[in-house]
């Protein structure tokens, strides 16, 4: 806790006390027609000082002379009035009829005004993005736009993140949307790298038909982000904001404490010493305890004298009482993490330039010891107009850098397996002195006979990246003529990414070489004893170049209002990975091995601890080089015809011509019409007192897409099988066919929606509904050999992806002194796979989606689809053994459910009394389910508590059937031959996927913070405008349902579309608890 | 105004026009070569190694088609007592899940494929016709398997992803025109200046093409005579034997090797030999011999056998492996019967194999050896297809068995392997002495016996095929006659005929293999078309 409090280091400021020449002014806010408008807000213009309108619209404020007052609020225009002489006033402010004016971001970065969509979109502003104070921009997004599944898929100093917009529609091909930085497409590693605070808004393109401006590339939706680029107001605004975040373990999964180490052994152990014993009572045939066992299926703890591994080279043991530590493994190894922040930003401009500087610095020590990650970034923008000449620029750099635990030294296990490996009675805590070879923490004396000590571990294996990541855009326009603009942006963005995982060396004492046998330790584990230093070093560049020309035509006749655009797109993506690596069990971390490794039979490593360099190995290094350069060229246009503000028409079309089919395949149209009917203008006798305004839209679209990498569509020779022999080298084609063949794939999508407004818009709602057809997937099919190939890329897989989805906003409570503000969003999702690949295949079923998740023709996609128990086909129950009362496994394979949730309802809740605004942002996903394959895994190990359910006693398997007399019948006698490790580690139950398919449902409250503005006391001086200090938690609560009590089922395996698989390759989940003090000046 | 227009207009079809190749110049891999770098030259050494690795590579999974099974089934070899019970090859038993034979062959015909449409030429004729002759190799081997398969709208890529099944004869017919047209081509271009010859690349031959015309011709006589019972096909066969009888046959082991040494070993060495750092490779331990074999051995006391096999205990760590003392001690060899994997009587393992075939690791890979090629000859010359008659027969037959004792270099020298191999042929009994005047049969049945004697863990699919093709359903089995497996769940009276089809025929080349008759296939009725 002192740590936290000392990474607030609150700035200190010392503020003279100015007297102000401020007089008291008294006004009053009314609409057009006179009549008073309720508590509005009244604060001077660049800060945050002012006051609200009492219900009748009176407000009294100080102000100087020639100083602007700025009222503002919920169903009217802003208005800013500059104090004259005079000290009352009355501000006439005009009512909104509704929040159509709102300016969106769309496809390109085209701003169109809300009310002439025909199609959804979803804007966060900075305010909401960061109410969170999320580390990165898409932890941001969570819970506040409807349709969009922002999972953060793992827990560490890094985490990982996946968004999903309108569920998945590939089955084979990604399915996470495209990412717009400031016009320009980033890989999703890039956005994660952006500071949040220098995000202005974030724009949300759900759907096909609001992204088939970027052609080929948005099938899976868009996620537009626009930087900051200063205010317009005048005067500079000097943020600083400095976070404190304390990082705590939540959701553990349950572990049992009542039974320690045993694992199947038998025989005698350390014969012919003082600490001889048998592994199984040869009296009673009970098993005893096994105290290098990693297992723990051994007998209840009794608490009496015991000790732990076996006797070191000085004959001495550990001895620790046979009774569960006060705090598990996990409990004793993980550490409280610590995250600072600082966040400084300038923001400063006119109606003319603007300017925008930020920087950000923070630093995460994460929950495993010595886990750490550090992030600087710095961000420029800014915008300048002279005459009909306009550009504007951004510019970001970010370095990133992350430092964690490898992987062990025996089959590369991650450190939190190691730890769930440790039976109930280990004081792994006291085990940190790994460094003294007479230690219990040293590796030759270490007890664990399979799995070696974390702590050294943390200490000798370590993954270290470093990122440098540039960004920029330039862009400039000119305007002879009201009616029309041309624009030229030329953006770049480059990632240089540099990994070094490295691994020290285990050396065995000969003690410990020597006692392999019965009284194993770990040195028999690894097959080849001591086991080598290992290294990988890697390199991953990535650039992308773009250019965009844009014209715009603007012009009404009569009635109509009429844009039309004319563009064209070039862009050429370029990545290039390298790697290089010596030793055994560290894999590359980020790219693929492309050829080379140590041959088999072969042994590598390193020469030296401490020396991290490749030239410093034995052996033959593996090495790899892998290249990917696309491009593409796209030309469009898009015309909007508006009608009297009443109606609008609006269709695009765009041709784009990519490098990653063969020439005469390579081109697809993209297109689309969609419309707008805004029917309260159209029927002004539809509105009255209660409903404000209303709207009705519908689009259609055909979107093309290529999800293939490059070079798809030649085929490659690799090097022959054992050669080169001496100088002779010799190539063979590769089995993957490289299909010419192949065309785009393509997304036919209906939409239709509804908005309204009602009660002085204080109640808006949306709902919308959504039909895609994704046809002519590109898809990876298994070919028989006797095509000359055993897999080839096709046009195949045709799914439909339906769904609705709804969203509210309510200004609940506006009064003088208390807000409160909600939203909600709630998503339907289904998507259906209708047919794979062809004629003389019969498939039905798609496999290598990863992850046991496969397509299968008239089910939802994707499906878990895992083996299971024999059960009576009549009532669906496990049907046992007669004997030994055991359930046996079944041939076939079942479906257990899909793995994306049907259902994701986010609600955000605001509620202000005064200067005190307390926020909960929740959201519930539901209607899927997981495989708990951790849990599958602890019941291997006996750690759970899980397997302790039947307190390890014989039992009867629930809900079962018995076969007798050639009948089914209800199992009420034949109890399991075993209840310990024959049941939980042998038998079928833990074989069969179907056992550990949970529901994945789960009520998530993710932020509860309150904050205090301190504006109000600082009137008084000149140099601190405003202060605020939010206490914050995220994470805050979890509901599971109870068969789920291992994790948080967000969490999975891997970031591709294969979801819904826990695994212990991930930390626990953690809450963290916030103090954010943020000032402006 | 209009000027400003006009500029930005040119800007944007600037941006339009960047060059023809600015999208088609990255068709191809930076990170792997594409067919303008394969070169005939890089292309075929990895075909032939590639298929020399298969039909010599004794060594693969149980049950489905693979060489070492056949090794089992014909009493050569049998798994050392100490491991687990091997029931699916003592049991006759087949699976079709594992479809390696059919991949390797299908993988290299694809390889071949490619190199017969890079050398259209006459520069690289010479490429062409080896690509054609080993072209011929793989289809003939997978049709002794499968019997029918995918052959002329085979290896189209996108072409056909679901190729229809060819009729074997029809195969065997291709095959054999596709031989002469290579054995012709080979021979026009001997004198031709402005055809290459290979050089190293060529890892069998090195561009000796006077050496691929018997290698062609012997294949192509192989061929042939796996047509001996098909009797509606015998004018066809003689005529096409003679055709080409003039140009020879194979006097010489037709052996391969890319350059094979220590740390990548020839397959054979790789299997049963000793590593570099100084342990046994895996197959040492597992593989042992087969009573059925050492007993032949011992009853016609045949020296071979000390180096088809080792003494017990001794393995190719033992300080006397490479030293095989004359007079054998056959007392000293012992084996399991196929259907047993019992522990010898004194509590040690089977024989191993044996010094004669594991040399060293840069002993070269055999692809056909010239003790094959005289058997075959001899077979022929039997039927009348190759002039000579019977005494002509007997000298094949003799050539073959001295080949056979000079390759595993019985008592340390050509010479010395002469003798032992005159001494031998020399007895006075049965299967070992040719039995000049005896009927056809028992003739055939001689020659078979003394081929499978030779062939030993060399090329084991030809005793196998020679079986198969002899087969008598009122003696239930073919030549050589070997033991029927003696467990008692065996799935079959005797080794199967055929094998089924990989199951990715089935999973993704369904409508073709159901109408090849897929469904089914019984290992123990269903036949390959020239079983009688």
């Known amino acids: ?1081 | 105004m209009k000027k400003v227009l006009i500029a930005t207009l040119i800007i944007t079809a600037s941006g339009m026009g960047c060059g023809k190749d600015y999208l088609s110049s990255l068709q191809n891999s930076p990170n792997a070569p594409t067919s303008s770098a394969a070169t005939p030259q890089l292309v075929l050494p990895a075909a032939i190694t590639n298929l020399v690795n298969i039909v010599n590579d004794v060594t693969g999974v149980i049950g489905n088609p693979s060489y070492e099974s056949q090794a089992v089934w014909l009493g050569y070899w049998n798994y050392q007592p100490g491991y687990s019970f091997n029931s699916g090859a003592a049991g006759y038993i087949e699976t079709s899940g594992g479809p390696q034979l059919w991949d390797n062959y299908y993988g290299i015909l694809t390889n071949l494929n490619f190199l017969l449409g890079e050398t259209q030429g006459v520069a690289n004729a010479n490429y062409h016709d080896i690509a054609e002759i080993l072209e011929a190799v793989c289809f003939q081997n997978l049709v002794d398997l499968y019997n029918d398969i995918p052959y002329s709208q085979a290896l189209k890529g996108q072409g056909n992803f679901y190729p229809n099944y060819d009729k074997a004869s029809d195969i065997y017919d291709s095959l054999t025109s596709k031989i002469d047209n290579a054995i012709t081509d080979i021979n026009a271009n001997l004198n031709n200046a402005a055809v290459g010859v290979p050089g190293v690349e060529d890892v069998m031959f090195a561009g000796n093409m006077q050496n691929w015309i018997l290698f062609a011709n012997t294949v192509k006589l192989r061929l042939l005579v796996r047509e001996s019972n098909v009797s509606s096909k015998m004018a066809y066969v003689t005529s096409e034997v003679t055709k080409t009888a003039s140009m020879g046959y194979l006097t010489s082991d037709a052996l391969v090797n890319p350059g094979y040494s220590a740390s990548k070993p020839n397959n054979m060495y790789g299997g049963f030999g000793v590593s570099p750092s100084g342990s046994l490779y895996g197959d040492a331990s597992y593989i042992g011999a087969n009573e059925a074999v050492i007993d032949f051995y011992r009853a016609t006391n045949d020296d071979r056998l000390g180096y088809f096999f080792t003494p017990k205990n001794v393995v190719a760590t033992s300080p006397n492996y490479y030293n095989v003392t004359l007079p054998l001690n056959f007392s000293d060899y012992w084996g399991n019967y196929l259907g047993t994997q019992n522990a010898n009587p004194d509590g040690t393992g089977s024989s191993n194999i044996g010094s004669g075939l594991v040399v060293s690791p840069t002993q070269s890979a055999v692809m056909i050896s010239a003790t094959e090629s005289y058997f075959v000859q001899a077979e022929a010359t039997l039927y009348g297809w190759l002039p000579g008659g019977a005494t002509q027969a007997q000298t094949l037959y003799q050539n073959g068995i001295t080949k056979s004792y000079e390759f595993l270099g019985v008592g340390g020298s050509t010479a010395a392997a002469d003798g032992y191999a005159a001494t031998y042929y020399g007895q006075n009994i049965g299967y070992v002495a040719f039995p000049t005047g005896a009927s056809t049969d028992s003739l055939v049945h001689t020659i078979l016996t003394q081929k499978w004697a030779a062939m030993n863990g060399i090329s084991v699919a030809e005793p196998y095929n020679d079986w198969r093709r002899t087969f008598n359903s009122g003696m239930n089995s073919g030549y050589p006659i070997v033991p029927v497996s003696i467990y008692n769940a065996k799935v079959g009276p005797h080794m199967p005929f055929r094998y089924y089809y990989p199951t990715e025929e089935q999973n993704n080349n369904n409508a073709a293999w159901a109408a090849a008759g897929g469904a089914t296939v019984d290992p123990f009725n269903s036949k390959i078309f020239w079983m009688p």
């Open chain 1, 1 to 1081: 806790m002192r740590k936290f409090l000392t990474l607030l280091v609150l700035p200190v400021f010392f503020c003279a006390l100015a007297y102000s020449q401020a007089k008291l002014i008294t006004g009053k806010v009314t609409d057009q027609q006179g009549q008073p408008i309720p508590f509005a807000s009244v604060r001077m213009k660049g800060s945050k000082l002012g006051t609200a309108a009492d219900v009748d619209g009176n407000f009294s404020l100080r102000a100087k002379t020639g100083e602007v007052i700025l009222i503002s609020g919920a169903g009217f225009a802003e208005k800013e009035v500059t104090v004259g002489a005079e000290t009352a006033i009355t501000v006439q402010v005009s009512r909104k009829e509704n929040n159509l004016t709102e300016v969106v971001v769309t496809a390109l970065g085209i701003k169109r005004e809300s009310k002439a969509l025909g199609y959804s979109t979803a804007t966060v502003n900075a305010e909401a993005l960061n109410t969170s104070k999320p580390v990165n921009v898409a932890q941001g997004l969570i819970g506040q736009v409807s349709g969009a599944q922002v999972s953060i898929i793992n827990n560490g100093v890094d985490p990982q993140i996946r968004i999903q917009l309108r569920g998945e529609r590939h089955v084979i091909a990604d399915n996470q949307p495209l990412y717009i930085v400031d016009g320009m497409e980033v890989n999703p590693d890039f956005i994660i790298t952006i500071n949040p605070e220098d995000i202005d808004n974030v724009s949300i393109l759900k759907s096909a038909s609001a992204a088939a401006l970027y052609g080929s590339e948005a099938s899976n939706g868009v996620v537009i982000i626009t930087t900051k680029k200063g205010s317009k107001n005048g005067k500079p605004i000097i943020n600083l904001t400095q976070t404190a975040t304390e990082e705590r373990l939540a959701y553990l999964p349950k572990l049992q404490n009542q039974f320690g180490g045993y694992g199947g052994e038998s025989g005698v152990f350390f014969p012919g010493t003082p600490y001889q014993f048998t592994a199984i009572n040869p009296y009673t045939g009970f098993t005893n305890y096994i105290p290098f066992e990693n297992q723990s299926y051994g007998p209840a703890f009794n608490g009496a004298p015991s000790f732990i591994g076996f006797p070191n080279q000085n004959g001495k043991v550990d001895s620790v009482p046979y009774a569960a530590q006060s705090k598990d493994a996990i409990q004793q190894f993980m550490q409280t993490g610590y995250t600072s922040q600082t966040d400084l930003s300038v923001s400063l401009g006119d109606s003319k330039n603007s300017n925008f500087i930020g920087v950000q610095y923070v630093n995460v020590d994460g929950t495993v010891p010595k886990d750490q990650s550090q992030r600087a970034s710095a961000r420029v923008g800014g915008k300048r107009t002279f005459g009909i000449f306009s550009y504007d620029y951004t510019a970001n750099y970010s370095h990133k850098y992350s430092n964690v635990v490898g992987n062990d030294i025996t089959q590369g296990w991650p450190i939190y397996w190691t730890l769930l490996n440790t039976p109930a009675n280990i004081p792994i805590g006291s085990l940190k002195n790994w460094q003294d070879p007479n230690s219990f923490g040293n590796l030759s004396n270490y007890y664990n006979a399979y799995y070696i000590n974390p702590w050294w571990q943390v200490d000798n294996a370590r993954n270290i990246s470093k990122q440098d990541a540039f960004q920029g855009t330039f862009s400039a326009s000119i305007k002879p003529v009201d009616w029309f603009s041309a624009t030229y942006r030329l953006s770049v963005q480059v990632t240089n990414a540099v990994y070094k995982g490295y691994r020290n060396a285990a050396d065995f004492s000969p003690y410990a070489i020597e006692a392999t046998g019965p009284s194993s330790n770990i040195y028999g584990t690894p097959s080849s004893g001591d086991i080598s230093g290992a290294l990988v070093d890697e390199t991953l560049l990535t650039k992308r170049l773009q250019q965009d020309i844009l014209l715009t035509f603007q012009k009404n006749f009569g009635d109509f209002a009429t844009t039309l655009i004319l563009g064209n797109t070039i862009w050429d993506r370029y990545s290039n990975n390298q790697i290089q690596t010596v030793g055994n069990n560290v894999g590359a971390i980020n790219g693929v091995l492309i050829s080379g490794g140590t041959p088999q039979g072969q042994t590598s490593g390193l020469i030296l601890p401490g020396i991290y360099n490749i030239a410093y190995s034995y052996g033959i290094p593996g090495a790899g080089n892998n290249i990917q350069e696309s491009r593409l060229q796209g030309y469009y246009g898009d015309l909007t015809v508006g009608y009297n503000d009443m109606l609008f028409l609006h269709g695009n079309y765009r041709r784009d011509y990519s490098s990653l089919l063969a020439p005469g395949n390579n081109s697809y149209d993209v297109y689309g019409v969609d419309a707008s009917i805004l029917f309260t203008e159209i029927f002004p006798g539809l509105k009255n007192s209660f409903l404000s305004y209303g709207k009705l839209r519908g689009a259609y679209s055909h979107t093309g897409q290529i999800t293939l990498n490059p070079y798809s569509t030649v085929n490659t020779f690799n090097v022959a099988g054992g050669y080169p022999y001496g100088g002779l080298s010799a190539l063979s084609l590769s089995s993957n066919y490289n299909n010419p063949a192949n065309t785009p794939e393509a997304t036919n999508e209906v939409e239709v929606g509804i908005e309204f407004g009602v009660l002085n818009n204080r109640v808006v709602a949306g709902a919308t509904y959504y039909h895609d057809n994704n046809y002519n997937q590109l898809f990876p099919v298994t070919l028989t050999t006797s095509t000359g190939f055993s897999s080839a890329n096709v046009n195949a897989a045709n799914t439909i992806s339906t769904g609705l989805e709804f969203d509210l906003k309510a200004n609940v409570i506006r009064s003088r002194d208390w807000k409160w503000d909600v939203q909600g969003n709630l998503a339907i999702q289904t998507t259906t796979v209708e047919s794979l690949y062809g004629s003389g295949s019969n498939q039905t079923k798609q496999t290598g989606i990863g992850n046991a998740n496969e397509a299968i023709v008239g089910m939802t996609f994707p499906q878990l689809y895992v083996s299971d128990l024999v059960r009576d086909s009549a009532t669906g129950k496990v049907i046992v053994n007669s004997s030994t009362g055991l359930p046996s496994l079944s041939n076939s394979e079942v479906a257990a459910g899909r793995t994306t949730p049907k259902y994701i309802l986010g609600l955000t809740s605001s509620l202000s009394y005064k200067a005190l605004t307390f926020r909960v942002i929740a959201d519930y996903r539901g209607g899927y389910v997981f495989y708990n394959s951790a849990e599958q895994n602890l019941d291997f190990t006996g750690a759970s508590a899980h397997t302790t359910s039947n307190g390890r006693q014989n039992f009867i398997y629930p809900n079962s059937e018995v076969m007798q007399n050639g009948k089914l019948v209800p199992n009420t006698n034949v109890y399991t031959q075993d209840g310990n490790l024959g049941f939980w580690v042998s038998s079928q139950y833990r074989a069969a996927g179907t056992s550990y398919v949970e529901n994945a449902a789960a009520w998530k409250v993710r932020t509860i913070s309150l904050s205090y503005d301190f504006t109000q006391l600082l009137s008084h001086q000149k140099i601190l405008r405003g202060a605020t200090l939010t206490a914050l938690c995220n994470n805050a609560l979890m509901f599971r349902p109870k068969e789920n009590d291992f994790t948080d089922p967000e969490f999975n395996f891997s970031n591709a579309n294969g979801q819904g698989n826990n695994t212990y390759y991930q930390l626990p989940p953690s809450r963290t608890f916030s103090l954010i003090a943020s000032f402006n000046f």
